[in-house]
Structure formats: C-alpha cells, structure tokens
C-alpha cells in the first residue's frame, strides 16, 4: 500500500528543565546576534534593519511559545496563595472594608498611574523593555527588603504577618516558583532579552529608586512605620500589575501569550490578599495615635516611592525615544 512520503518531524524533549536550557541557550543566542547586528552597523540599512527585526521577533515568540506550551504551565493552585490563617480581619470585615478604601483614595489621588499612562500613551517595544527591565529589578528586591522588615519589627507575632509575603515572593516551598524569576520569564514573552538587561539593570534612577526604600526601612525605628512603609507599597498592587502588562503588550501575539503567563495568571488573583493583610496590620498594630502617626508616615513613603519608580520609567523612556 503506498502510504507516501513521511515527512520527518522533530521531536522536542518538552520536560521544564530541557525547555529551560533550550530558552537559555535560545537567548545566549539572540544576545550574540544583537551584538554582531550592531558591530556591523546593520541599524544603518533599512533592509537589514527590517529584516533583523522580523527575525528577531519570530525567534523570541518561539521561545515565548515554549514558555507558555499549556503541558508546561499547570493550573496554579490559589489555595496555596491564601496566607495566614485569619481569625478577626477578615476581606468583609468592616473595618478592613472601611481602611481598605480610605488608603486606596489616598493612593487614587496622588493620580501616579494616570500621570505615567498620559506621559506615554502608546505601547512599543521601547516601552516595554524599560517596563520589564525597571520591574524585574524591583521584584529581585523585595524579598530582601521584606526580610529586612520582618528582622526590624520588636515581635515575631508582628514579625509572623510581616514575613509572609516575603515567602510567596522567594516561591514559598519551591525555589523555581521565586517570582522575580517568574516575571523574568514573562519578560522574555515579550521579546526582552539578556542584553537588554545588562544594557538597562544599571541605570541610575532604578538604583536610586531601591535606595531610597534602603534608607527609609533602615531610618526607621518603630513597628507602625515599618508596617506603614509595606502598605503604601502593596495598596496600589492591582494597578500595578495592570500597568506592567499594558506596558508589555505591544502587540497581540504578546498579550495573547501573557495572558496565559504563569506570572500575570498568579497576581491577578493574589495580590487582594496582600492588601488586606497589610490593612489588617494597621487594624491589628496601630492602635493609638502616634502608632497611626509613624505608620501614616511610612504609608506615604511607600507612596512616593512608586510616584519616583513610574516617572523615573516615563524619563528612560522618553530619554531613549528622543536620542533614536
């Protein structure tokens, strides 16, 4: 029986840790292209610059591709993103519902997001380098400010509510769930690369950006402004998260793959956790007024933090934009 000719089919071993190296070396790869692309001077040829373009975008939504293959990214279980046990501040609880509210207006009217999205209204690929570059730096932070935090407090039942969230960032009982490295991998979706990071980690407004929450955490010298400090930078985590994607997704091939990302899926549905437990820190520790005082204090600077993280982003942007 003539059955024709088979065309021959590459088999890919899709196990995480060969998907893994393979985007690695994928990466090393590309990294080594840019570099010979720029050598030569192909950004002068208009042919070769688009073409190089064209390549560089397939290549990476390949990559992306395997990132994302649906046997690679199991439903995540939200049980294990619940946090502690609560017994009294509870979502509904009335006074969690009524401070939830006063500090997110406080947040709302300070208008960050509103100011970074009409500063820079349309998406690019520019954009969302800065964007992914600018957080994955912050999200490889946080861990040690938490912990940080969590060492400074006077009690380890403060000190219990506080390390939480510094353990769902280093990926609670599995080190390849750390966080940081989760968005990385979104990063990589779309179409971020390793010389891109080692062309943007180091720009000096990033730095002095963490160095700033650096030397608030290690000024301060009470609980409450400890406390403080985390909510003001957990309130506006829903917009945020929304603010990343948007910068990402420059095209829709790219929203479509972030989308169904390990990363974005996560934080979409825990990140109402961390603003109630850091609310319920105010409710549980704040008690009298000078406690409410230091902890508005840090509250604020958590704040001014991310009004200095945005704008600092919007300045990268604009700065590479107009020096094209």
């Known amino acids: 029986m003539d059955i024709g000719i088979q065309t021959p089919k590459v088999l890919i071993d899709r196990t995480p840790k060969k998907v893994h190296r393979f985007v690695h070396d994928a990466n090393a790869a590309l990294t080594t292209i840019d570099a010979t692309f720029s050598l030569l001077g192909g950004a002068s040829n208009p042919r070769a610059s688009e073409l190089y373009k064209k390549a560089h975008k397939r290549m990476s939504l390949l990559i992306s591709e395997l990132l994302t293959g649906d046997d690679l990214l199991p439903d995540f279980e939200v049980d294990a993103y619940q946090g502690v046990e ?38 690019s690929v520019t954009k969302a380098k800065v964007v992914g570059i600018f957080w994955h730096q912050f999200s490889e932070f946080m861990p040690w400010f938490l912990c940080r935090a969590a060492s400074k407090v006077a009690t380890n039942e403060v000190r219990h509510y506080v390390i939480q969230t510094a353990f769902e960032e280093l990926g609670m009982r599995q080190s390849d769930k750390i966080h940081a490295d989760m968005f990385w991998k979104s990063a990589l979706i779309a179409g971020i690369t390793e010389n891109d990071r080692a062309t943007y980690c180091d720009h000096s407004s990033i730095k002095v950006a963490l160095n700033f929450l650096k030397s608030e955490i290690e000024k301060y010298t009470t609980d409450a402004q400890i406390l403080g400090i985390l909510l003001g930078l957990e309130i506006p985590a829903k917009e945020n998260i929304e603010c990343i994607y948007k910068s990402l997704c420059y095209d829709e091939n790219v929203k ?69």
């Open 256 to 324: 479509f793959m972030l989308d169904k990302s390990e990363f974005f899926r996560i934080h979409r549905e825990i990140e109402i956790e961390h603003v109630r437990l850091t609310v319920s820190n105010f409710l549980r520790f704040c008690i009298h007024d000078q406690q409410k005082n230091d902890f508005n204090q840090g509250f604020h600077a958590g704040l001014d933090f991310w009004d200095f993280f945005w704008k600092s982003v919007s300045r990268q942007i604009s700065h590479i934009q107009i020096n094209r």
């Open 86 to 123: 609560e017994k009294t501040f509870h979502f509904s609880h009335e006074s969690v519902v009524h401070q939830t509210e006063y500090f997110t207006n406080i947040m709302a009217n300070r208008k960050i997001f509103e100011t970074y999205e009409s500063d820079l209204p349309a998406a």
